[in-house]
């Protein structure tokens, strides 16, 4: 544990300017460099096709990360992180299995299919369940390492900042994204689009939002380029929101997740 974490970790207010100024440090000389610091399509391919299985490795051993649970900092670790992002998207399915008998979902930036895993592992045959990814590599990782436990997921390669093929139009009750389109900034609209059109009924999206990002995140989002024309870009679209906000839950001090639900159709009777 370094000393930050250990002196200062149990002061959410002291840690957010510490970790402003580490990212406002780390900021002005990423732009004092000849490197072209934004991204484009291949960027965020070749990031992820380069990565082994260290995701998985990393979910599925004890050790804690600094987290912040309802404005407190605490120690979780990777699976109790991801179970707490995973909370809106079960909810929603709850919802749906409770006035239809089976639910098909995406997962939209699958990539290293813990998600999948653990969706398919708590509904069984209850749910059907499918995944894209932009990276070839990591899905092959991915397959890798879980085997069998992905037998009867069905995943491809596939951008959802392309246009949507006729097929995919409307297939799904509920299309969701996880940490994906945080690192596609270039093409906001054109991923909202691509959700929302192969959605029947809620698209769920958990990323980064530049609105709800405190000082230190959204030096991060700017340093590491990430998405910061999300609800803008929903907004642009004219998508009614049925809930925008941040998340209660940050595995990251630096990258906050928030929250935006958005409703196509309502299957549910609400």
């Given at each position: 544990m370094g000393l930050?974490?250990?002196?200062?970790?149990?002061f959410p207010w002291l840690l957010d300017r510490v970790n402003y100024v580490e990212q406002l440090a780390k900021l002005l000389p990423h732009f004092a460099s000849k490197?072209?610091?934004?991204?484009?399509?291949?960027t965020s391919r070749d990031l992820y096709d380069a990565i082994d299985a260290k995701e998985q490795r990393d979910y599925y051993n004890d050790r804690k990360r600094l987290c912040r649970s309802g404005g407190r900092n605490i120690w979780a670790t990777e699976r109790e992180a991801r179970m707490k992002y995973l909370e809106p998207i079960v909810r929603e399915i709850d919802g749906l299995l409770a006035v239809q008998d089976r639910v098909s979902i995406l997962e939209v930036g699958c990539g290293n299919c813990i998600n999948l895993i653990e969706l398919t592992e708590r509904y069984g045959d209850r749910i059907v369940l499918k995944g894209i990814d932009i990276s070839s590599g990591r899905l092959n990782v991915a397959r890798d390492y879980f085997g069998d436990r992905l037998v009867g997921i069905e995943t491809w390669v596939e951008s959802i900042t392309d246009p949507t093929p006729d097929a995919q139009k409307a297939?799904?009750?509920l299309v969701f994204s996880m940490h994906c389109l945080e690192q596609i900034p270039y093409a906001a609209v054109q991923a909202v689009a691509g959700l929302?059109?192969?959605?029947?009924?809620r698209v769920v999206m958990i990323e980064p939002v530049w609105e709800y990002a405190r000082g230190a995140q959204r030096l991060k989002l700017v340093r590491d380029d990430y998405i910061r024309t999300l609800l803008p870009a929903v907004r642009?679209?004219?998508?009614p929101i049925q809930?925008?906000?941040?998340?209660?839950?940050?595995?990251?001090?630096?990258?906050?997740?928030?929250?935006?639900?958005?409703?196509k159709t309502d299957t549910r009777g609400e």
């Open positions: 930050k974490h250990s002196l200062i970790g149990q490197r072209n610091p934004w991204k484009i399509p291949i297939q799904y009750d929302w059109d192969r959605a029947i009924s642009y679209l004219g998508y809930h925008e906000g941040p998340l209660g839950f940050e595995s990251s001090q630096k990258n906050q997740s928030s929250l935006i639900i958005l409703t």
